[in-house]
């Protein structure tokens, strides 16, 4: 079965230093998201994807946090500079396009801002 | 805008008891609603989900909930609960049109006490 693929699974950085994390959708989802979700809640979209355009990052802090998917297929999410805030997993997902489709989620990247 | 509350933080039930988990939404149009369980340290996994039709949706794990319009409610059931149930369940309502995305509640950690 296919699966949403995402590294790394586990990151420990520094205040104020950059970090990034990458997504390889389900092979044909054209539609991809990063979700945050700190601990003890559910997910919050950051940003959505389809194919390489960003259709919404309205609650992406844009001073400090960049995505992209150049090429409409994998996507790297930035943050620079982290803050002890930005501790949390990072969730990707993938679906095809049109509402209703499942949205299928990778591992998570945990990230731990020290 | 849509929205998703679930009732309870946390639910204990023991092994072999009822398990229900309660999700009300808000949507100004035909919701699609889901319900993902989330294991320590993983990602989301589908649960079952309601786009049209049979208002009952039978799902993974022997879980079922049943989408009820004039409640709103989306609730999530097990006849008989069993010590690997005990996970974090997270419901969801899905956006039509366009930028299709998933809206999660804040989560209902369930335990099963032996």
């Known amino acids: 079965e296919a699966e949403v693929a995402q590294s790394p699974r586990y990151k420990i950085t520094e205040k104020s230093q950059a970090v990034a994390f990458w997504c390889d959708p389900i092979s044909g989802h054209a539609t991809l998201y990063w979700y945050r979700q700190i601990l003890g809640q559910g997910p919050e979209l950051l940003v959505q994807f389809q194919d390489e355009s960003v259709v919404d990052d309205s609650q992406l802090p844009k001073d400090r946090f960049s995505a992209e998917r150049l090429k409409g297929v994998d996507s790297t999410l930035k943050i620079q500079p982290a803050e002890l805030g930005d501790s949390a997993m990072y969730l990707c997902?993938?679906?095809?396009?049109?509402?209703?489709?499942?949205?299928?989620f990778g591992e998570g990247s945990w990230l731990t801002v020290v | 805008a849509q929205s998703v509350t679930q009732l309870g933080s946390h639910v204990s039930v023991s092994e072999g008891a009822l398990v229900l988990l309660r999700c009300n939404y808000s949507?100004?149009?035909?919701?699609?609603l889901f319900w993902y369980v989330q294991y320590p340290n993983q990602g989301l996994q589908l649960l079952l989900k309601y786009t049209t039709g049979a208002t009952l949706v039978k799902g993974i794990n022997g879980f079922e909930a049943e989408f009820k319009k004039s409640e709103t409610s989306f609730h999530l059931t097990k006849p008989s609960a069993h010590m690997s149930d005990a996970a974090e369940y997270f419901c969801?309502?899905?956006?039509?049109?366009?930028?299709?995305?998933?809206?999660f509640g804040k989560g209902t950690l369930l335990t099963v006490n032996p």
């Open positions: 949507s100004s149009v035909p919701p699609y």
């Open positions: 997902a993938s679906s095809r396009t049109g509402p209703g489709n499942t949205i299928y």
């Open positions: 969801a309502v899905g956006s039509g049109g366009s930028n299709y995305k998933l809206t």
